[in-house]
């Protein structure tokens, strides 16, 4: 979820 | 990817660019301070083990060796250039590393949302970027004579901080089910460390004066 999605930030 | 986002990238970019030139240009990395430079060595390397298990995008992937090789870059020319690293203001960047990464690494280890290596290192560097700029605001308040180029690294990196904040508004606006507030947290405190900052620089540059931090 969330978490992985947060990841593609710098 | 937004084009809050977008810009904060290139932002963040730029301000490198511009550390790289003036030290190149000039030789000298004075104002510089090589404790935050190795401070976000250290938030780049505990953020991007990622870069050998989990392909994001091209973009994410150059990005992120791009964050790394320049910042290594600046520590070598700092600590070893023989020329420029006569230049680094030693007695002035005094700033205690463990005062930041100790109280860093033990808010991870207590609040993260996994606990596993990866992912406790990866919130360690979300919470040392956040200070990261600490040791280079006081060495800059220290510096009676502020570089154009060095004042401007430091507009152009609270920029990029301030432009991300407008990319999670966007992206929660935008995408369902889009939180992160460990990140959010971290990354309003880290954009409030630049007020003072910012203050001072847009009021040197209506006046046309030279910057200088109160101290």
Redesign the interface.
């Known amino acids: 979820e969330s978490v992985a999605e947060e990841k593609d930030e710098l | 990817m937004n084009i809050f986002?977008l810009a904060g990238?290139m932002t963040?970019l730029l301000s490198i660019l511009v550390l790289l030139l003036k030290i190149n240009a000039t030789r000298s990395c004075r104002g510089v301070s090589l404790k935050t430079q190795e401070l976000y060595a250290l938030v780049f390397v505990c953020r991007y083990l990622?870069l050998f298990t989990?392909f994001?995008?091209m973009y994410?992937t150059i990005?992120?060796i791009i964050?790394l090789a320049s910042t290594f870059t600046i520590i070598y020319w700092m600590r070893f250039h023989k020329v420029i690293r006569v230049t680094y203001d030693r007695e002035q960047d005094t700033f205690r590393y463990q005062f930041l990464v100790l109280p860093c690494l033990v808010l991870a280890l207590l609040l993260n949302?996994?606990f596993t290596v990866m992912?406790v290192l990866?919130t360690f560097s979300i919470y040392l970027e956040a200070v990261a700029i600490l040791p280079q605001l006081v060495l800059l308040q220290r510096t009676n004579n502020i570089d154009n180029l060095t004042g401007n690294y430091v507009f152009l990196l609270g920029s990029y901080r301030a432009l991300?904040i407008l990319?999670w508004i966007y992206r929660f606006l935008t995408?369902p089910?889009?939180?992160?507030y460990l990140?959010w947290i971290s990354g309003i405190v880290q954009t409030i460390i630049y007020i003072d900052f910012f203050y001072y620089y847009i009021k040197s540059w209506k006046n046309n004066e030279k910057l200088s931090l109160p101290a």
């Open positions: 986002r990238d963040h990622d989990n994001i995008s994410n990005m992120k964050f949302s996994e992912e990866w991300y990319n995408e089910n889009y939180r992160q990140v």
